[in-house]
T-cell receptor, first 117, second 116 residues
Framework: AQKVTQAQTEISVVEKEDVTLDCVYE???????LFWYKQPPSGELVFLIR??????QNEISGRYSWNFQKSTSSFNFTITASQVVDSAVYFC??????????????FGTGTRLQVFP | EPEVTQTPSHQVTQMGQEVILRCVPI?????FYWYRQILGQKVEFLVS????????KSEIFDDQFSVERPDGSNFTLKIRSTKLEDSAMYFC??????????????FGQGTRLTVV
């Protein structure tokens, strides 16, 4: 079975602090995909990143960076120099991509990040 | 930029009533999904739809739920007899392919359903 665990339910930081959101996944499939989505207070889901299981290279996009480690089944997300606008719920998700006609996402429970000025 | 559009943004309905949530996926996409998020909880998969039929559904998607693509552009979720516990945010998503390079589902902004 597939599962995504986000152990941190809520994190509060002060602006300009760095913050890391943890994500641990479980799957027996060798081919899978990992995602991060942001859900701001307005409620929509905003895609941030997709990573496939064969690419363990870390990625940086502006203030965002992602650390994928298959050895620990983790896909952690770091925001550098956090800003108030980063306040949102962040979801990690997993897709095993084994079926030709469905590609459902399995979400973690989310981490609520509050950035205070 | 193409986007998935959902209507209405908020719907209030009485328990026992039928409700239809509407979605317009991105025009060249072939795979369609509905997800649900009960307030404060995680996003849960309901159903996926491809080639005019359901390709996978979760345990949540019981006989009270149905999906349809009536006219080649809309994708609807119907709940026949709503219960209080159906109150949630419902997200529609679409993707162009399930193959690795295209495995990105685009989500709509959601419809908040409130059953009273």
């Amino acid at each position: 079975a597939q599962k995504v665990t986000q152990a941190q339910t809520e994190i509060s930081v002060v602006e300009k602090e760095d913050v890391t959101l943890d994500c641990v996944y479980e799957t027996r499939d060798t081919t899978y995909y990992l995602f991060w989505y942001k859900q701001p207070p307005s409620g929509e889901l905003v895609f941030l990143i997709r990573r496939n299981s064969f690419d363990e290279q870390n990625e940086i996009s502006g203030r965002y960076s992602w650390n994928f480690q298959k050895s620990t089944s983790s896909f952690n997300f770091t925001i550098t120099a956090s800003q108030v606008v980063d306040s949102a719920v962040y979801f990690c998700a997993l897709s095993v991509g084994r079926s030709y006609n469905t590609d459902k996402l399995i979400f973690g429970t989310g981490t609520r990040l509050q950035v205070f000025p | 930029e193409p986007e998935v559009t959902q209507t209405p943004s908020h719907q209030v309905t009485q328990m026992g009533q039928e409700v239809i949530l509407r979605c317009v996926p991105i025009s060249n996409h072939l795979y369609f999904y509905w997800y649900r998020q009960i307030l404060g909880q995680k996003v849960e998969f309901l159903v996926s739809f491809y080639n005019n039929e359901i390709s996978e559904k979760s345990e949540i998607f019981d006989d009270q739920f149905s999906v349809e693509r009536p006219d080649g552009s809309n994708f609807t979720l119907k709940i026949r007899s709503t219960k209080l516990e159906d109150s949630a945010m419902y997200f529609c998503a679409s993707s162009s392919d399930t193959r690795p390079v295209n495995t990105e589902a685009f989500f709509g902004q959601g419809t908040r359903l409130t059953v009273v």
